[in-house]
């Protein structure tokens, strides 16, 4: 069974960095790209970026381009989400979400995602 | 950019009851890309819905999804009740709803 298990809740200071872990087990992490998401209180789910866990290419929203860095280390299956320059405006739930299927075919959806990692951004 | 909106923001229904969640784009997209979640507090979203109109892996039949262009429907045939819960709507992968909470009447 596929399972992504995500890093526990931080609370952070502003100016701040973050980094989000996101364990993957039950298939092969190099065959699928995984996105980042986050959802801040009573607002809509954002998307992030990705990153391809076979070559490390990553391509993020342009939102985040300079201050999001997205990693893997294949060697346990995990990848990272480091947010840095952090304000209260990015207190949210992150997520990390594994496409449905292989490049190899059309991507059309996430499933499945990990629990979420509550960010705290508070002074 | 592209904006999904949905409605209603709550809808709130009996257990038994049909509930019809509306998702509308603010330009033509293509329904292959079109996903529908299903979000509990605490719980990560699962997937009910991709391809507009195809159920994933280990969604009840009762859940469907159908629409084109600009407008798209996600159907609960007969509500259970773990199935209220938040539900929202993606064009793959960069635009979310705001979501729909159905709630027990």
């Known amino acids: 069974q596929v399972h992504l298990v995500q890093s526990g809740a931080e609370v952070k200071k502003p100016g701040d960095s973050v980094q989000v872990s996101c364990k993957a087990s039950g298939y092969t992490f190099t065959d699928y790209y995984l996105h980042w998401l986050r959802q801040a209180p009573g607002q809509r789910l954002e998307w992030m970026g990705w990153?391809?866990?076979?070559?490390?290419?990553?391509k993020f929203a342009q939102k985040f381009q300079g201050r999001v860095t997205m990693t893997r280390d294949t060697s346990i299956s995990t990848a990272y989400m480091d947010l840095s320059r952090l304000i209260s405006d990015d207190t949210a739930v992150y997520y990390c979400?594994?496409?449905?299927?292989?490049?190899?075919?059309?991507?059309?959806?996430?499933?499945?995602w990990g629990q979420g990692t509550l960010v705290t951004v508070s002074s | 950019e592209l904006v999904l909106t949905q409605s209603p923001g709550t809808l709130s229904l009996s257990p038994g009851e049909r509930a019809t969640l509306s998702c509308r784009a603010s330009q033509s997209v293509s329904s292959t890309f079109l996903a529908w979640y299903q979000q509990k507090p605490g719980q990560a979203p699962r997937l009910l819905i991709y391809g507009a109109s195809i159920r994933a892996t280990g969604i009840p039949d009762r859940f469907s999804g159908s629409g084109s262009g600009t407008d798209f429907t996600l159907t609960i045939s007969r509500l259970e009740p773990e199935d209220f819960a938040v539900y929202c709507c993606q064009q793959y992968p960069t635009a979310f709803g705001q979501g729909t909470k159905l709630e027990i009447k």
């Open positions: 979400a594994r496409e449905r299927v292989r490049r190899t075919l059309i991507v059309d959806a996430c499933d499945p």
């Open positions: 990153i391809n866990p076979n070559s490390g290419g990553t």
